[in-house]
């Protein structure tokens, strides 16, 4: 166990969910007969869970505001059908298309913001009328209609990288390429975290940090494999790209700007944010429109995929994103999740449903367990709060130092949540002292 | 006094929560018919005292005894106290805004027939209350589109409605303008006549002067004196003097001030509740802050300290009316928060937990949280410019934790509220504005947060501290203000002030004529 710990750091328990997605991946594997690990499965699962994922990216941010966005699917599906209907009608060229229905996203956030922020209506009516106005509008567009997209979104929904360079690599040259790239900055990462921590006075043993190197780049050699060495002309799929960018550009945002910081702050404690200087207002704004822009990416990705826009296309996607998101150890009540752990959750997602159904399981079954496995990555998270142990993802943002060996008071698991808070019989401080209501809420 | 002129006997009631001994053998006496004052200062215990009565903490809970109307009560709950015929008002009002006045005052003793509800009975039963208490209105009115004073005499047409013979109102005239405070007073006095005996909580002296026919003085917990009224006289210094008397011990660092040139001045500031239009929190103050100085406010709580403070600090509380706020020279006018840090101020909550904390952020997010910008290089965060920031406050403040990565909510009061100065410290203030620097914190940790505060004055910053701790305003102020009612009522260099002046000029809204009481009509 200690060795253990020297290898992941105090970031242990940051790689469980990561862990279990894998033992999840092996045991499908397993018991599909080898089904589960095929190049064609894997680029299937990323094609087809692309927009979900993105959508979880977004949905994140909504949720750590203390938010919740239930029009994304009816969002994602109103830009589908403005961009194929604009080529399809109107001509438009089809990066003219695309661009419309980005744009469209981004003014249709704004709507949504406007009336959770400006006028203070909370997110979960705001976007509820969200999801019945846009639905009800992409219907009454395509007037029921499957409307078909030019070739080029097929690229993007549903494309792959090209074909180049020597065939003696024996696998598909631009994957390859990736997975190099994505190996060298892991090591480049990790070397950059050893001298930090190292300037900061912590001992960092060498063999941990190279057994960290060995053991993940083992895993993105083996997934570059997976992904590069399936039938030729195919690679790591096109939206799977577009979802790595978005997922690297997201968490810098949500982890190294000011702005990251103020959502974190508004979710955490929006008072407090507010008297410290965070326009609370603008930070709510903006992560509603950032989820409909979001959810815009999403649906140009799928009618690419379905190489059609059609009228119920999105439906229930927001369910799937806001389990995503929680699976990934976000918060209710605001404060606490990572673009990176709903990532994470969303594949755990996407990897039960693939592999049920290479298992034979039915689209009935399948949902009872997706939904168990979300009450119960949800319970166990909550359960851990109440221990006083912070959630798992809930490390990934919090960065403790060893996990959990703080002077901790018996005082604090309560106030994290909030749940744990009795009401004030018998609490000294609020009933000894004449206590006048707080300013603030008065 | 005859055991039959008694109404109310409480005999060595003593309270205790962990680590607190709230009431400590108060003994109090109520005659039949009388309006007692209860006073005391901020954390005496008065409502301590009044939840023992009336069942909140049920009995069992506390030690000692409750003689009413001759006989011993060992209420269990709120309605057990109810059924004797003791009702008490709560500071915040207890209604439903959304139902309408009927509706709240039978809330919980509904007239019935049969098993339903009787609401034409309940109709014409309230109309019959709102009388009593001189309020002429429909009593189908939602309480919400009442006003603060009406919703009072609401609560007491509730209170006459359960066949009341003891009323406790706790600060009934706290949230009230003048006009409905005299009018609540004199509704006490009606009530008197018609021999209710009432419990007032207050901290306004002139008000128990006005009214009351005995004052009781709690401090500490315990009775400090209980002594009668004569026509409608009261001896205000004997009250404050029981009010604060203790004595300050060495409890504070010596400092050797260095006071410089006028740093911030506030001109005719005025604002006006949130809510409740025509209201005035902040009355026409004026003051200044210099260079180098610790500026003491006192008043009590509810007096506007909060309020005007963080209406200074980018007028995040209430509605700003008027008013000039000179800083460096220069007149500024912050809209928002973030342009009142820019400008060079910080505040500092009463209220760490709620207000002051994200109390799932770790010691370093909390510390760099109000001054992002300066450990941002090209629109990035940098990671390790945060940690040395946190590293230098988490030495020089001396915060106990194992690292800067440890999440606020393991640390004790005093070290949170540290974290919290820390915060406030990075972004380099001209001013820093203190509310209740020292709540909740131990004494050690108090000792070391009041020589910071001297350290940050003889960095030549200007320290605005509001406390309720007069002891404490004495201790490390240079200068003290005092406020009453939202009006600044008094200024006196620390050195010439005692704890009687100050009490007095915070609890009369006329400083020049403390004897005259305003507000009798």
């Known amino acids: ?13 940051q790689y469980t969910m990561g862990l279990a997605l894998i033992l999840l991946v092996v045991v499908f594997n397993l018991v599909s007969g080898g089904r589960m690990l095929t190049s064609s499965n894997f680029q299937n699962l990323i094609s087809g869970n692309a927009y979900v994922l993105i959508l979880a990216i977004g949905m994140v941010m909504v949720i750590v505001i203390g938010q919740i966005d239930l029009s994304v699917g009816s969002v994602a599906g109103f830009v589908g059908m403005v961009t194929a209907l604009s080529i399809a009608q109107y001509g438009f060229p089809w990066w003219a298309g695309m661009l419309l229905g980005l744009v469209a996203g981004i003014v249709v956030g704004a709507w949504q913001g406007f009336w959770l922020a400006k006028i203070g209506i909370p997110g979960f009516i705001t976007t509820l009328a969200g999801m019945m106005i846009f639905r009800g ?4 567009m395509s007037k029921s209609i499957s409307v078909p997209v030019p070739k080029q979104f097929q690229f993007l929904g549903a494309g792959y990288l090209p074909e180049w360079g020597p065939a003696w690599t024996g696998m598909n040259n631009s994957t390859l390429l990736l997975g190099l790239i994505g190996a060298a900055w892991f090591v480049r990462s990790e070397m950059n975290r050893r001298r930090h921590l190292m300037e900061r006075g912590q001992e960092v043993p060498l063999w941990a940090s190279l057994v960290r190197i060995v053991l993940l780049v083992t895993v993105i050699g083996y997934v570059t494999y997976l992904f590069g060495s399936g039938r030729p002309g195919t690679s790591f799929p096109i939206p799977g790209v577009i ?13 190294r700007t000011r702005f990251g910081r103020h959502i974190y702050a508004v979710g955490g404690n929006k008072a407090a944010a507010a008297l410290s200087g965070v326009n609370t207002q603008r930070t709510y704004f903006l992560v509603m429109m950032n989820m409909s822009f979001l959810a815009a990416i999403a649906g140009i990705l ?3 995929r379905a190489t059609a826009a059609g009228p119920s296309d999105g439906t229930m996607w927001e369910l799937d994103a806001i389990a995503a998101v929680f699976i990934g150890g976000a918060a209710v009540s605001g404060g606490i999740g990572t673009v990176i752990g709903s990532i994470i959750g969303g594949l755990v997602m996407a990897v039960l449903n693939s592999g049920l159904m290479l298992m034979g399981v039915g689209a009935d079954q399948t949902q009872v367990i997706k939904g168990l496995v979300l009450l119960a990555a949800v319970a166990f998270d909550v359960y851990n709060k109440q221990q006083g142990r912070s959630s798992i993802i809930g490390h990934l943002m919090r960065n403790f130092g060893s996990g959990g060996d703080n002077e ?5 698991a309560g106030s994290i949540t909030g749940q744990a808070e009795l009401p004030s019989a018998g609490g000294p401080v609020v009933d000894a002292i004449d206590t006048m209501p707080e300013p603030a809420q008065r | 006094m005859t055991a039959s002129h008694v109404l109310l006997e409480m005999r ?3 309270k205790e929560f962990p680590g607190v001994r709230a009431l400590d053998e108060v003994t109090m006496q109520v005659r039949r018919g009388d309006i007692h004052a209860i006073c005391g200062e901020n954390g005496a215990g008065k409502s301590t005292l009044m939840k023992v009565l009336s069942g909140v903490y049920p009995h069992g809970t506390y030690e000692g005894q409750i003689m009413f109307e001759g006989s011993e009560m060992n209420f269990s709950t709120i309605k057990s106290s109810e059924e004797k015929g003791i009702v008490i008002i709560h500071q915040e009002l207890a209604l439903i805004p959304e139902l309408s006045v009927a509706e709240n005052i039978f809330l919980g003793s509904e007239i019935m027939r049969g098993r339903l509800i009787d609401w034409e009975a309940s109709r014409l039963r309230a109309m019959d209350l709102l ?25 007491i047409a509730k209170a006459l409605s359960k066949d009341v013979k003891l009323l406790i109102l706790d600060e009934p005239t706290s949230a009230l303008n003048e006009d409905d405070s005299a009018n609540l007073l004199d509704l006490m006095r009606g009530l008197k006549a018609k021999g209710i005996t009432c419990i007032m909580i207050s901290h306004k002296l002139n008000e128990i002067a006005a009214v009351s026919d005995a004052v009781t003085v709690i401090r500490d917990g315990r009775t400090v004196e209980t002594y009668e009224v004569v026509a409608g006289h009261v001896d205000e210094d004997r009250i404050i003097r029981a009010m604060v008397g203790r004595s300050i011990e060495n409890r504070y660092p010596s400092r050797e001030p260095h006071i410089g040139d006028e740093l911030m001045e506030v001109r005719g500031w005025n604002v006006e509740h949130p809510s409740i239009p025509g209201r005035l929190i902040v009355n026409d103050a004026h003051f200044t802050l210099r260079r180098g100085e610790v500026v003491g406010f006192a008043g009590l709580m509810g007096a506007g300290r909060t309020e005007l403070a963080r209406s200074i600090f980018g007028r995040s509380y209430g509605t700003w009316l008027s008013g000039q706020l000179i800083l460096d020279g220069e007149e500024i006018a912050p809209k928002n928060v973030e342009q009142a840090i820019a400008a060079g101020i910080a505040y500092v909550t009463e209220d760490r937990k709620t207000l002051g904390l994200n109390l799932i952020d770790s010691i370093k997010k909390t510390i760099v949280s109000a001054n992002l910008r300066d450990i941002v290089t090209r629109g990035l965060l940098q990671p390790r410019k945060e940690n040395k920031v946190a590293e230098k406050y988490r030495k020089e403040l001396r915060i106990k934790a194992p690292s800067v990565d440890v999440g ?10 540290k974290v919290v100065l820390a915060k406030w410290m990075y972004p380099a203030p001209k001013v820093l504005i203190l509310d209740e620097p020292t709540r909740g914190i131990d004494v050690g940790a108090k000792y070391e947060i009041y020589k910071l505060i001297h350290s940050l004055a003889n960095d030549g910053k200007a320290v605005m501290v509001i406390s309720s701790e007069l002891p404490e305003l004495l201790g490390i102020c240079d200068r003290i203000y005092t406020i009453c009612e939202g009006r600044i009522t008094g200024e006196l260099a620390a050195s010439d002030a005692d704890q009687e002046t100050l009490m007095r000029r915070m609890t009369t809204t006329s400083a020049t004529a403390p004897a005259a009481p305003a507000l009798i009509a």
């Open chain 1, 1 to 13: 166990m200690k060795h253990l710990k020297q290898i992941f750091g105090g970031s242990l328990q």
């Open chain 2, 12 to 14: 060595r009631i003593t």
């Open chain 2, 408 to 417: 606020v909510s393991t640390l004790s009061g005093g070290n949170q509220q």
């Open chain 1, 302 to 304: 799928f009618i690419g």
């Open chain 2, 131 to 155: 009388a009593r208490v001189g309020l002429d209105i429909d009593p189908d009115t939602a309480i919400k589109s009442l006003g603060v004073g009406q919703q009072q005499l609401v609560e």
């Open chain 1, 243 to 255: 979802l790595v960018i978005l997922v690297i550009i997201y968490h810098v945002l949500t982890h």
């Open chain 1, 137 to 140: 509008l992409v219907i009454w």
């Open chain 1, 408 to 412: 901790a008071g018996s005082t604090t």
